[in-house]
């Protein structure tokens, strides 16, 4: 059975060529040529034998997403649906900025099986994973739309990047790689939703790849009702995979945190939020809620946002609000759907 070339790693790439009897460096070769220079063909691969590019063709067949949709944000941002070979739909965000940074904000799966109620993409549960080359794709696809290299990723999109993590730390390495992409470790940011194996295993990775965890309530009874896809994930083995990594890498990691009106904002929820967070390396990201449509859950206000975060600081606890962007072409966290929305129904 043939498996499209973007579903391998770089490892597994030159495993093939191994396998094939082949140089390792044709591999080099072959990636070069869909990563740094975005061929849509082998027939483009010029310096590989044609040989070779034939037998790929057929068993490694090599797809390249189109752009259906684009929009442009009065920030400048944009946001683009991406249409896979066998019709899967992404969604995926270039975000400008004038300080020399270009992010694109991937997704790692099309849709999310996680059902946050407070998010748009968890509302129509998941299509399928992405392959690594996939993930790639959305950067490739910004970074020729805007005409600029892009700088930094956050995979912060669609999907949980750890229920598909082999796929995405594969993607990261192919962003990350010097003949490839070329984009920093520390600027490429993966954010879970908390998944303590995927948080143990990437501890363990060689990359300063950058972990975020969106953690929206520090009680667990908040967290179990506004994120049921990880009730089996509890705070305090969370905190533990936490602190593990920070030991074990020096690095600092962060958490998003979304205030809700009436349900994660109370002074409660800010003490408990402090005492998680104590002695913890981490900052806390205070994100203004991104309304979805037909949502019962309303941001507070910028005022509140401003003395959670001054009260946090206070604590020894850095934390920032970070201002969103691309919410009015429901680019901005949380708002990336490519299908119809489920009805919301109202938290039990
Ligand atoms: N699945 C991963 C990454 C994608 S979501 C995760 O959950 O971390 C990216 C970020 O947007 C997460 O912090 C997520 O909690 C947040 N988010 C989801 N819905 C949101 C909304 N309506 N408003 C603001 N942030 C939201
Ligand atoms: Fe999935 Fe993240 Fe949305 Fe939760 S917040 S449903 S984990 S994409």
């Known amino acids: 059975m043939s498996e499209p070339i973007k579903s391998y790693s770089i490892a597994s790439v030159e495993g093939i060529m191994r396998n094939a009897g082949l140089s390792v460096f044709r591999a080099e070769q072959i990636l070069t040529w869909i990563y740094a220079k975005a061929a849509r063909s082998y027939n483009d ?72 109620e407070f998010c748009a993409t968890g509302k129509n549960g998941l299509t399928r994973s992405l392959m690594p080359g996939e993930i790639v794709d959305q950067v490739l696809a910004v970074q ?59 501890t363990e990775e060689p990359e300063q790849f950058t972990l975020a965890v969106s953690l929206h309530a520090a009680r667990q009874e908040v967290r179990d009702k506004l994120m049921p896809g990880v009730k089996n994930q509890r705070l305090g083995t969370l905190r533990q995979a936490l602190e593990r990594y920070s030991n074990a890498t020096g690095r600092r990691f962060s958490f998003e945190y ?27 990201n205070l994100i203004p809620l991104n309304e979805v449509e037909g949502s019962p859950f309303k941001p507070v206000s910028p005022q509140l946002m401003g003395i959670w975060r001054d009260q946090l600081e206070a604590a020894g606890i850095p934390a920032s609000t970070r201002r969103s962007r691309g919410s009015d072409i429901a680019g901005a ?5 490519s299908a119809p929305l489920r009805v919301w129904q109202k938290m039990g």
């Not at 649906?81 to 997704?107: H, I, M």
């Not at 809700?260 to 002074?267: A, E, F, L, T, V």
């Not at 939020?273 to 390396?281: D, G, H, P, Q, V």
């Open 258 to 284: 979304a205030l809700m009106d009436g349900i994660n904002d109370s002074k409660e929820d800010l003490e408990s939020l402090i005492t998680y967070c104590r002695r913890m390396l981490c900052h806390v």
């Open 333 to 337: 966290c949380g708002q990336l759907a």
């Open 144 to 202: 020729k739309d805007f005409g600029e290299r892009v700088t930094n990723v956050v995979v912060m999109g669609q999907g949980e990047p750890f229920a598909n993590y082999d796929a995405t730390l594969a993607a990261l390495r192919i962003m990350n790689h010097p003949k490839l992409l070329n984009i920093g470790a520390r600027h490429i940011t993966v954010s879970t939703c908390g998944i303590v194996k995927g948080i143990e295993r990437f």
């Open 45 to 116: 691969m010029t310096n590989i034998p044609k040989v070779i590019r034939e037998q790929f063709a057929l068993a490694f067949p090599l797809h390249t997403p189109e752009i259906t949709t684009k929009q442009t944000s009065v920030d400048g941002s944009r946001k683009y649906l991406l249409k896979y070979y066998d019709d899967t739909l992404v969604e995926t965000v270039g975000l400008p900025s004038n300080d020399g940074r270009f992010t694109v904000c991937a997704s790692s799966q099309s849709g999310c099986s996680m059902g946050c």
